[in-house]
């Protein structure tokens, strides 16, 4: 019989062709536990059809919900803040296309799960999942500002600037780091250092492989590192340009 698992799932931004996709070639079953990291709207075009989805999926599945940038930027704008150049020009312009034709009572269920978001998970083994990073020395529980949660690129780059041969026990070595066994984050495509799958730095794994341009969503067996990825997401949607 298959051990349960804990798979990790990187960042979506409105492409559920992709998520559909992945968790079929990974032959994902209600055992699992999926842990989606964080940026489920902006960019491709089924932004209100991957929230229905994963609202969805909470009630059959055993899933963590981790809350991404892009994410607390479209909670704002639903919430009636002004609208965010910025976002506008990071993919808010199709998530604001697919919510011009929800109701009100969708928006409202919508609302409640961009707020029911978690800002980071550590399990029993001492993993840490999360968007972003976390820029206290004594860990994510004594953090400032939760924002840093799912806005920080520091602790990617951190862990990406860390020498080969540098040990954990070495006196230089980031106590950031050192604090838990594995990190697991998206946020930063990994494709801007050239790579298209999950890429670990230091103890630090990347999943974000650029869904939201045109590299593919990526899921993670954490356990084992089995690596299960879509189409490259702009394939599966044809016409759109996604936030290229």
């Known amino acids: 019989m298959r051990k349960d698992r804990v798979l990790a799932i990187g960042d979506i931004h409105g492409g559920l062709k ?21 940026d489920y709207v902006d960019g491709w075009s089924d932004a209100v059809r991957t929230i229905d989805f994963l609202t969805e999926m909470k009630d059959t599945h055993k899933v963590i919900l981790l809350r991404g940038n892009h994410d607390d930027l479209c909670y704002e704008w639903l919430t009636g803040s002004q609208d965010n150049p910025l976002w506008l020009q990071h993919g808010g312009k199709a998530t604001m296309a697919a919510y011009a034709e929800t109701s009100e009572t969708i928006k409202d ?51 990406l600037s860390i020498h080969p041969e540098l040990k954990e026990t070495d006196a230089f070595y980031p ?24 890429f670990r730095a230091a103890n630090v794994w990347n999943l974000d492989t650029g869904a939201a341009f045109k590299g593919p969503l990526s899921l993670i ?19 759109e340009s996604g936030r290229n």
């Open 18 to 38: 992709a998520v559909k996709q992945v968790l079929q070639r990974a032959g994902v079953t209600q055992n699992d536990l999926l842990i989606f990291l964080g």
């Open 109 to 159: 269920r919508h609302r409640r799960f961009y707020r029911e978001l978690e800002d980071y998970y550590l399990d029993s083994d001492n993993r840490l999942f999360l968007h972003a990073g976390f820029t206290n020395l004594n860990g994510v529980e004594n953090e400032y500002f939760s924002s840093t949660f799912y806005w920080d690129r520091t602790l990617w780059e951190l862990a």
């Open 175 to 198: 106590k950031r780091l050192q604090k838990y066994n594995e990190i697991f984050i998206g946020h930063t495509p990994v494709t801007r250092i050239g790579e298209i799958k999950p």
């Open 221 to 239: 067996d954490v356990e084992t590192k089995q690596v299960w990825q879509s189409d490259p997401v702009h394939l599966l949607y044809p016409g």
